[in-house]
């Protein structure tokens, strides 16, 4: 299995910045790629952006050129790094990890971004 443990939001104002983390832990060998999806109050929940072991990501068009994508596989951490937030980018933001052991989610941290 595989443990996945998010940190990094928070209140913030629009055209500030945020930067998520998430740490894996468990069976991380087995991770094929990491990502980060979002859901807003009412709405399903979406992509956001996703990032391979061997390091392609795949960034959703509504926050392309915001947000960032990255990771540190010696600490089995993923990052989001979002800039110029809008009051849209409101959300609970869960980290995903995809693999040979199945798909996983973590707890979710919330972003609120005021107007």
């Known amino acids: 299995q595989v443990q996945l443990v998010e940190s990094g939001g928070g209140l913030v104002q629009a055209g500030g910045s945020l930067r998520l983390s998430c740490a894996a832990s468990g069976s991380i060998f087995s991770i094929n790629a990491m990502g980060w999806y979002r859901q807003a109050p009412g709405e399903q929940r979406e992509l956001v952006a996703t990032?391979?072991?061997?390091?392609?990501?795949n960034v959703a068009d509504s926050v392309k050129g915001r947000f960032t994508i990255s990771r540190d596989n010696a600490k089995n951490t993923v990052y989001l790094q979002m800039n110029s937030l809008k009051p849209e980018d409101t959300a609970v933001y869960y980290c995903r990890s995809r693999g040979r052991g199945g798909n996983y989610w973590g707890q979710g941290t919330q972003v609120t971004v005021s107007s």
């Open positions: 990032v391979t072991v061997g390091g392609s990501t």
